[in-house]
Every structure is written in C-alpha cells, then in structure tokens.
C-alpha cells in the first residue's frame, strides 16, 4: 500500500497501523507540549541578555501556550479541509521557523512574535488533529493508545529538560533555539505517518455534500470569475463548517464543555504556584523541585495506567464516570492543599495529584470521541483545547496589568 493511500476499513482496526499513528502523535506531544515547558528554562538568559524582569521573559510562555490552545480549532479546520498529514506538516514548518528565527532574535518583542506567536500557531495545527487521529485507528483500547499518546508530554520534558539545559551551557540561548528548531521539524515526519483512515461512519455522508459538490462544479463551468460563483463558494464552506461543528448543540457535549472549562480553571494553576506555594511554608529551594519531579513523572504513570484500566470490560462502559471522578478526587486534593504545611504531607498530594491529572488527560479524547463520534472528533477536540485555554487568558491579562503597572510607576518616577 503506497504511504499516502487512504485506508479504508467498516471499523477502527485496533492496532496495526495504528500504533504508528500512536507512535506518531507520542512525538507530537513530545515537540509540541514537552518542547513547549522547556522554553521557561531559556528565561534566565533572556532576562542576563536583554536586561528585562521576569514577567516580561515569562510573556513568552504564556503566549506560546495560549496560542497553542486557542488556535486548536484552527488546526481542526485545518485538518478536516485539507488532510492532517498536510496540517501537522505545515504547523511543524512553522513551529520550527518560529525557533530558528528566534534565535536571531535582538529584544523580546522579536520572541513574543517568533518563539510566542509563530511557534504557538505551528503547534496549535498539531496538536488537536494528531490526537484526533488515533481515535479514528481504536475503539476496544482507545483508553490505552491515547495514554500512551498522551504520555509523550511528561516523557518529553523528563528527558528534554536537562537535555535544553546542557544545550545553553554549551552553545548558548541563540544556539539551543536553533538547535531545538531543528528538533521540532521532526513533526513533518510525524505528520507523514498520520495515514488517512475512512471508516464506515465517514462514508455515511449527508446528501447535502453531494449536492455541494455537484452544484460547485456546475457553477466553475459556467465562469470561473463569476460573483454566483464566489457567493456560492462562501454558502458552501458555511453549509460545510456548520455541519462540522454541529455537536455545539448536542447537551452531552455542552455539559462536557461546562466542566472542563472549570476544570481548567481549577487544574492548570497548580503547576505555576505549587513551588512558590512550598516554599512559603519553609520548604527549600530543592525539595520544592524535587515536588514537581514528582508531580511529573507521577502524571506519566496516571496516563498510561489509567487508559489500561479504563478500557477493561469492567469499566468500558463507564468511562465518561471514571473522568469525572478523576476531575473530583484532583479537586478534593486541591481542598486539602491550605492544610499541608510539610514536605512529607506534600509529597502524598503531588502522587495523588499527578496521578489525577495524568488520568483525565488521557480520558479528555476518550470521552469526546464517545459524545461527539470519529467524524466530528478533531473539530470536538479543537473547541475543548481553545475552553482549556480560557483561563490563560486571564494570565495573560494580570501579567499585562503588572506590566502596565510597572511601566507607568517607573516612567513617572
């Protein structure tokens, strides 16, 4: 079978080629989530060569991170009008260009445009659609190949944390960048794996493509220039996008967004103030990174053990539960943090957090491929990333207050 062929099958075949696809967004999440956490390590030498405070070099990552999740449903476009091979392929170009040209970078605000921006935007037309891919190629062991998948994140950064470091010491900023970027070109490979599927569920079209089509065709022969033409172009792609996104109106989904839209509310901050918070109550410097050590590593486990129990006969059924109650035991973890004031009573809640976290991770595409279906998958997953990113909107606006107010106290004095 040639490499770009579309395979056809009436259901998800379970492995075979499926597990390249698995194999093949365990590396996007690698150059896209993993390489994503490591840019923090890049901010003590921004703030040495460009003389800036931390809360301008720690724009950065939040520009990068809140572009790669809003502009989600941008790569579900994406993928669903062109292919998503072409898609991750594009989005690998233009993340591994926004990295080499900021390594050429000559003040920050070339790294919010380059490393924040454009790399954000290469990451955003990846992310969704390579995960949406594997839930076309499982059914039986979705839960599994999606923690597999999803593992790629905490694996990457366990791996590429030092990795970066020993980078910068011997090459410097400018050259770790560019090395990186080199490094993330490797999603155009992970995008020539993604082999299109057409499952028995794809082929049951409505008729109103059809007719789309037919009529689209009728219209270019008359005149290709013509204003019907263009106004039908743009009646056609609407016809198209409402079909796509059709679920928005579906309850299960709506109540699916609700929750994970507080749960990102909820679950996101704790990675951001976990260490200033132990070093608060007299833990030190060390013991404090060595808690996020153990968040992370933790959260790999929650990924791939979670996806195997929950795909057992006893618990498939039953999967939308098992997410909900890994959201509310990471939320009564959060209730108990105010009364842990200790390494030792830290240390449980980072496992018990980690694991959680890890957990409904995973079961985020399992149960939106179980509400929405495959067909409508990658457009599901793209709108539920962009409500993830909700809350770092609100980052984003406290950190440009503190700017802002910074600014004028040092302009006026």
Wanted: hydrophobic residues 45%; neutral net charge; glycine residues 8%.
């Amino acid at each position: 079978m040639a490499k770009g062929t579309r395979v056809r099958s009436t259901s998800p075949p379970d492995g075979g080629w499926g597990w390249m696809i698995v194999a093949g967004c365990f590396l996007v999440t690698i150059c896209t989530r993993a390489v994503t956490r490591c840019i923090s390590i890049f901010f003590v030498e921004f703030q040495s060569y460009f003389t800036q405070d931390y809360a301008q070099t720690a724009w950065i990552h939040s520009i990068v991170d809140c572009v790669t999740m809003l502009c989600a449903p941008l790569g579900s476009v994406v993928s669903n009008h062109l292919s998503c091979q072409v898609g991750i392929m594009l989005g690998g170009l233009l993340a591994s260009t926004g990295l080499i040209l900021g390594s050429f970078a000559t003040s920050l605000k070339h790294l919010y445009l380059t490393l924040g921006v454009l790399t954000g935007l290469g990451f955003a037309l990846c992310y969704s659609p390579a995960i949406a891919m594997v839930g076309k190629y499982f059914s039986r062991r979705k839960a599994l190949a999606y923690g597999i998948a999803m593992s790629g994140s905490g694996i990457g950064t366990f791996i590429l944390a030092p990795v970066v470091q020993l980078l910068i010491e011997q090459f410097s900023w400018r050259g770790a960048l560019l090395i990186l970027g080199g490094f993330v070109l490797n999603l155009c490979v992970c995008g020539a794996l993604m082999r299109p599927i057409t499952l028995k569920e794809d082929q049951t079209t409505p008729e109103q493509n059809h007719v789309c089509r037919t009529e689209k065709q009728d219209f270019k022969r008359v005149s290709l220039c013509s204003t019907w033409t263009k106004k039908w172009g743009q009646t056609c792609l609407c016809c198209s996008l409402q079909q796509e996104y059709s679920f928005l109106l579906m309850s299960d989904f709506v109540v699916l967004a609700i929750s994970v839209l507080f749960m990102a509310y909820g679950c996101s901050p704790l990675f951001v103030y976990l260490v200033p918070y132990a070093l608060s109550v007299g833990v030190s410097h060390q013991q404090a990174a060595f808690l996020m050590s153990i968040l992370g590593v933790i959260d790999i486990v929650g990924n791939i053990t979670f996806g195997w129990l929950t795909d057992r006969r006893c618990l498939k059924n039953y999967q939308y539960v098992c997410y909900l109650f890994a959201v509310g035991l990471d939320g009564l973890c959060y209730l108990c943090l105010p009364m842990l004031q200790s390494l030792p009573l830290l240390v449980p809640f980072s496992c018990t957090f980690g694991y959680f976290d890890g957990a409904y991770v995973t079961l985020i595409p399992v149960v939106t491929a179980e509400i929405v279906g495959t067909t409508s998958l990658s457009s599901a997953l793209g709108v539920v990333y962009f409500l993830h990113a909700v809350p770092y909107l609100d980052g984003l606006s406290i950190q440009l207050a503190a700017t802002l107010q910074h600014f004028f106290s040092v302009d006026f004095q």
